[in-house]
């Protein structure tokens, strides 16, 4: 069975905290994505990455970092935590279709 | 300028009525089309691929217009458990890159 996994699910950080979210697939995907949904505004693609250490700007980049050092593995970069970044965060990875992880809810306080 | 326009609801029908969502796209080179569902604080799920030809699963047929560049579901005599919000994607690829749009999704609740 094919999988995205966010290992943080829940997490509240401190406003100026650096947050890290996880994404790791094992689908041997090259194409990775990290989006936020927030309430009425539908998916928000932040970053997407074509390949390892490749690394494309969405629609909502700052504030926000990405690492891909290693193919299964896309990781989301807050520096510096603010309450505005409250939000689900989504990973993505496609083949022949989309599969998304389970979310990371993340509250900044 | 969106690429993906989506009606977003809320569409509140009864047990058993037949429901139909359209997405329109801008780009006629976009390649792979699909629906997905998603619930309440849920990731999306797959829920069909659209094909030209017409995609159907049970209750659900999917449909791709390419020269209107649209696409559609219906959903036939909807049941309580089809309450979720339904999202069109759109992916465009160029080599081993892929260019995924979401249209903003379509709220749906079924009642009692």
């Known amino acids: ?109 | 300028r969106k690429e993906v326009e989506q009606d977003p609801g809320p569409f509140n029908v009864p047990e058993g009525a037949t429901v139909a969502f359209n997405c329109t796209y801008s780009n006629s080179a976009s390649q792979s089309f699909f629906w997905y569902r998603q619930d309440c604080r849920k990731e999306p799920k797959l829920l069909m691929s659209v094909y030209s030809s017409g995609n159907e699963d049970g209750r659900f047929t999917a449909q791709l217009n390419r020269a209107s560049q649209y696409i559609s579901l219906l959903i036939r005599d909807s049941k309580l458990s089809d309450s979720a919000t339904y999202l069109c994607v759109v992916i465009e690829r160029s080599g081993s890159a892929r260019q995924l749009t979401f249209g903003s999704g379509t709220q749906l609740t079924v009642l009692p």
Not at chain 1, 28 to 57: A, C
Request: aromatic share 12%; hydrophobic share 30%.
């Open chain 1, 1 to 109: 069975d094919v999988k995205v996994t966010q290992s943080s699910r829940y997490l509240v950080k401190r406003t100026g905290e650096k947050v890290f979210l996880e994404c790791v697939q094992d689908m041997d995907h090259e194409n990775m994505f990290w989006y936020r949904q927030d309430p009425g505004l539908g998916l928000r693609l932040i970053y997407f990455s074509y390949d390892v250490k490749m690394k494309e700007k969405g629609d909502i980049p700052e504030g926000y970092s990405v690492s891909r050092e290693k193919k299964e593995r896309f990781s989301l970069i807050l520096e510096s935590a603010s309450t505005n970044q409250t939000s689900m965060y989504l990973c993505a990875s496609t083949g022949n279709t989309i599969y998304f992880g389970e979310g990371s809810w993340l509250t900044v306080v």
